[in-house]
Every structure is written in C-alpha cells, then in structure tokens.
C-alpha cells in the first residue's frame, strides 16, 4: 500500500511537470493566422451564448465590426501575449466591467514556486495612486520607503504615461463610466506590468521626488534567513511559563483568531475587510470603513457594530466604500437590512441565457477535473433546482435569488443620519448597495462617481472559458444583477451629491480630504 501511494505521488507530480512544460511551450510558440481568428470567433460565440446583456451598451452591428475588423487585423503568427493585447482591448468594447480576458503567463512547477516565495520581487511590495495624471507611490509593504510619495516617470525608460494609456485599453467599467480606470489601473499596476511584459527578476525605475530626480533597480531579494549560533543556541535555555500563562496564552491566541475571521483579516496588507470605530471623544459619530464584501464571515461584525450603534444613540454614521470592489449579495443585503427602516427587495430577478445557469457555471472546458466530475455527479440535482428558480418572462429567462423577495430591516436598524463616501473603485455589491441608498434618499454621498453601473451588472456567477490556440481564458457574467431602482440615462454610476477628488499635496499630507468634508459637515449640523 505504500507503495502504491509513492507510485501515485511520483506519477501526479511528473504528470504536473509535464502538463507545466506543456502549457508555457504552447503560450511561448506562434500561432498561426487561421488558429488566432477560430479563437476569435470562440470568444464572441461564447458571449452570444451566454452574457445576457452583451448588446446593452454597444449595439449589435458594431460589436460583430469591431470582431470581425480585429480577425481580418490579424494577418501573420503571434504567440499569446501578442494575441492577448490585440484581443482585450476589442472584448473591453462590450462596456461589461466583470468581463475580463486574462493574458497568457508562465506556468511554475511546485517546486519553482516555492524557490520564487524565497524570492519576492521589490516592485511587488509598491502601492500605487494615479492623481493629477500621475502615477506615484502611495506606500509600501516593504521596508524601502525612499519611494513613497514619489512620482514614477519611467520604467525601463518607457514612460510610464504610455503604459497607463494602453492598460485602460485591456478592461472596461460599467457601461460609460470613466471614473474606475486610472484608479483601477494604479491599484492593480504591477498585475498589470507583468501580464505585459511576463516574468521579470529586476527593473529600472525613475521616479521624481518634487524637483529631484533619481532611478532605483528593483530585484529579487532572498529572504533573510535566521542565523542561529549553535553553540549559543545549546547555552540558552527557552523560559519556563507556567500553566496558568500558557493557558491565557492559548486563550489570547484564540480570541486573535476570532477577531481575525469577524472582521476579515487582509494577510498581506496586515489590515482588515471590516472596521469599525467612534469618531472624536464621544460616540456621536460612529465610521465604518467596508473594503470589500469577500471576506469571511460577516455577519457577527455587523451584528455587534450597529448594537453599538444603538446603545450609544450614534447620530451620524459614516459609511466609507472607497476602494470597494465588490463581492456577495449575501452581504450587502445584510448591511442594508441595518440601514433601512422600510420592507424592501433588494435585487430584481436576474436575467439569464439558460435555465440552467449553474450547471454552466460549474461545466466548461476551464473547470478543473475535480469540480467538473462532481458537477457531473450532482447535476441532476443542479438542474432541478435551476429549473425551480428559473422562470420565462416576455420572451426572457430569468433566476429567482431570495434577496428579490420582499425583505424586512432589522429590529436594531440605524435611523440617523448617513453618509457615503465612494470612488472610481466602489464597484459591482458596493455600487448595488449604493443605488438603494441614493434612490431611497437614505444618505449623502462624498467623492467621486462609482465605477460600478447605478443600473446593475452582469455578475453573479461566471462561465470561464479557454481558447483552444492561444490558452487565453475570458471569465463572463452570466446573470443581471441589479437593484429594483433606474436612473436615465443608463450607463453610469452613483453620482454623489459632494464631489471631491484628492490631490496628491493632499496625500503628502495625510488629509482625508472626504472624511474632513464630513466631519465639517456634522460640525455645522450640531451647531444648528
């Protein structure tokens, strides 16, 4: 038996090896003319086939020009990378913001991985800002903070403005909304810098830093290792502790843990998805600062916050979803049920192409073997279930989620006074939540104009798909998502009342320029 256990482990790791070196071989090679326009044509038959909105903001006649003008473009080999900056930007025309075609990356076998973990790459440890059409350096994960506040102008002496300008060209937002793009471009730019440009293990960088100028090469940089001096190591005994501390110990770590998961602990940024506190010396203010609507368990942390919010009679509640990409209905369903005093359904039925939306969800030629098989073998019970919830409306499928039921609030739901604030990030869940607020007169929204559609997205659950040439992959939307309320014109997203948009002096100064409004907002309201 063990034997055969070594067999097996040997085998499933040479066959891994193999599929690694298979794969960058067949993204590294050229593809031929006839082979790149079949996965051109597999692209748009996949969204024909499945995305429910595909012609709502580009119409029909154009979408099939811009496919068919970007097959006849291509007229000699290319490997996937070329094809991938060829094909994005005519994907992007579609205006869906959770349609996204990855690019074509080098594959690591386990054992080059774990040597890269040894290996972290400096640029990596950089957050980015674009302000003032400038990209600079917000801060750092790492311990080089000589970057920070600093503008970057060039990379490898390609101007960085170029760069932006082609990476807004590989996405879009919501219909025809402009405000997500440079913020979502800075935020994810080293993503960005290596599906263009692949691997890498140093770059030159120029950056400028008021009137000075300078360059720094950032590498791979090995982990410091712990030098322990054996001899020393003999000679020291570990400190006894007693009972009683190991177990506060025991106890403390567990408490950690359990706060940890509440609030959605953020490993890498040492942050957290959920905050909150009272502003000032007294409870009169209460901010909740929500960076995404993903992570663990939520529930507790709203249950216990706006309990707070009640004991302490808070009179003003500031609810911060900057920076909010999106994520459950499940939770921002469960935020509005503390923020509504009123019966309300949440979402309308979703639109969809299928009566079977989860079984393709769960079955495409991307799905890995494991997940596939175990779709195979529940789908008689997947498909009675989507056939339940999905009925036939004008000519038009649509999927009954519970959340477009008619909802009641929460007994300790808050009634004072709101404020929003957002930005060209607050997107998909956090726009969703934001269209109720605004269309129910609920609160007043600070900053700049969601990148996420007042008018909903196609989101939910998603079909990946991969190409048969280049192995690029397209991730889809397969239902509407979207609040019971509509504005005109259609296309854009949550507008605030207050706008305000940082300025990098604002950065260098640490001024919270939307907080500050607020609080000076609240500041006349008392005097009142």
């Not at 506040?149 to 909304?177: R, W």
């Not at 369903?333 to 969800?361: A, C, G, M, Q, W």
């Not at 799905?367 to 019970?381: Q, Y």
């Not at 990148?451 to 048969?468: F, M, S």
Request: glycine share 4%; net charge positive.
């Amino acid at each position: 038996m063990k034997k055969l256990y070594l067999f097996s482990l040997v085998l499933v790791t040479l066959t891994s090896c193999r599929s690694v070196k298979e794969y960058n071989k067949q993204i590294t090679k050229l593809h031929s003319v006839k082979e790149l326009q079949n996965d051109v044509d597999k692209v748009y038959i996949q969204l024909k086939r499945n995305h429910p909105k595909l012609y709502q903001y580009t119409p029909k006649e154009v979408l099939d020009y811009k496919f068919d003008s970007l097959k006849t473009s291509i007229t000699e080999s290319l490997d996937s990378r070329q094809f991938y900056k060829k094909l994005a930007p005519v994907v992007s025309n579609v205006k869906q913001g959770h349609i996204a075609v990855s690019s074509a990356n080098k594959r690591f076998t386990k054992k080059e991985t774990k040597q890269l973990k040894k290996r972290p790459f400096e640029f990596y440890d950089l957050n980015f800002e674009y302000l003032q059409n400038k990209l600079w350096v917000k801060n750092t994960l790492g311990k080089d903070s000589s970057m920070v506040e600093s503008e970057v102008l060039k990379i490898e002496d390609e101007p960085v403005s170029n760069l932006m300008d082609a990476y807004k060209t590989l996405f879009s937002s919501d219909g025809y909304n402009k405000t997500l793009y440079n913020r979502f471009v800075a935020e994810n730019f080293s993503t960005f810098y290596y599906k263009d440009k692949g691997f890498l293990d140093s770059l030159s960088i120029t950056f400028k830093n008021r009137d000075s100028l300078f360059t720094k090469t950032l590498r791979r940089i090995e982990k410091e290792k712990k030098n322990i001096d054996k001899d020393s190591a003999k000679t020291i005994k570990p400190k006894k502790i007693s009972k009683e501390e190991k177990q506060l110990n025991r106890l403390a770590s567990k408490q950690k843990r359990k706060y940890d998961r509440k609030h959605g602990f953020l490993l890498r940024q040492k942050t957290y998805s959920r905050n909150f506190r009272f502003i000032g010396q007294d409870s009169t203010v209460g901010f909740m600062k929500i960076r995404d609507f993903v992570n663990g368990p939520y529930k507790k942390f709203y249950k216990e916050s706006f309990s707070k919010i009640d004991s302490a009679k808070t009179k003003y509640l500031i609810l911060d979803l900057r920076d909010n990409g999106g994520g459950r209905i499940s939770e921002i369903d469960y935020l509005y049920s503390f923020l509504t005093d009123k019966d309300y359904r949440f979402i309308n039925e979703s639109e969809v192409n299928s009566r079977i939306p989860f079984l393709k969800y769960l079955i495409s030629n991307a799905t890995p073997n494991g997940l596939k098989l175990a779709s195979v073998l529940l789908s008689p019970l997947i498909i009675v279930h989507n056939l339940i919830h999905t009925k036939k409306h004008d000519g038009k499928l649509y999927y009954k989620f519970k959340y477009a039921n008619l909802r009641k609030p929460k007994p300790l739901n808050y009634k004072g006074n709101l404020y929003v604030l957002i930005n060209g990030n607050s997107f998909s869940a956090s726009s969703i939540l934001s269209t109720h607020l605004q269309a129910n007169k609920r609160a007043t929204f600070v900053g700049e104009e969601t990148g996420g559609a007042y008018n909903g997205t196609v989101a939910g659950i998603y079909k990946v798909y991969q190409l048969p040439a280049s192995k690029l992959k397209i991730r889809m939307g397969l239902m509407q998502i979207d609040a019971p309320q509509k504005q005109l014109p259609d296309g854009y997203g949550i507008i605030p009342e207050i706008k305000i948009i940082p300025t990098i002096e604002d950065r260098k100064l640490q001024k919270d320029t939307e907080l500050e409004w607020v609080l000076n907002d609240i500041i006349e309201k008392e005097k009142l």
